[in-house]
């Protein structure tokens, strides 16, 4: 499975993105996907994931309440949508599928990764 991460930009905080990950291949709809990000310095951090059917999410805490993660499995593609973007919200964002149907927030529970997609949020 090929991930495509795009949607990333260059924004002022308080505004919206909106992020797509785009599958290669139709098992894409089995599997859940997640959200993670890595800002410079930093570790890779979780901050979302949605399950196979949509019907479970799961959010960082840090971005509760402003990002939503969805999916639309007829399009093999995911979406996070951002409001409210933070300067700290700034770092590359990856797209991940993972190994079961389920949310899960570990990296270690994904096995293809998306080349990720830039965001950087000025104050």
């Known amino acids: 499975v090929q991930l495509q991460a795009s949607g990333g930009g260059l924004v002022q905080a308080g505004d919206s993105l909106r992020l797509s990950c785009a599958a290669s291949?139709?098992?894409?709809?089995?599997?859940?996907v997640g959200w993670f990000r890595q800002a410079p310095g930093k570790e890779r951090e979780f901050v979302a994931a949605?399950?196979?059917?949509?019907?479970?999410?799961d959010y960082a805490d840090s971005v509760k309440g402003r990002f939503t993660i969805s999916r639309d499995n007829a399009k093999n593609t995911v979406y996070l949508q951002m409001n409210g973007l933070k300067p700290e919200d700034t770092a590359v964002y990856y797209c991940?599928?993972?190994?079961?149907?389920?949310?899960?927030?570990?990296?270690?529970?994904?096995?293809?990764w998306g080349q990720g997609t830039l965001v950087t949020v000025s104050s």
């Open positions: 949605i399950s196979w059917n949509g019907y479970m999410k």
């Open positions: 291949r139709r098992t894409f709809s089995n599997n859940a």
């Open positions: 991940a599928s993972a190994l079961s149907s389920a949310v899960t927030t570990t990296a270690r529970g994904y096995r293809y």
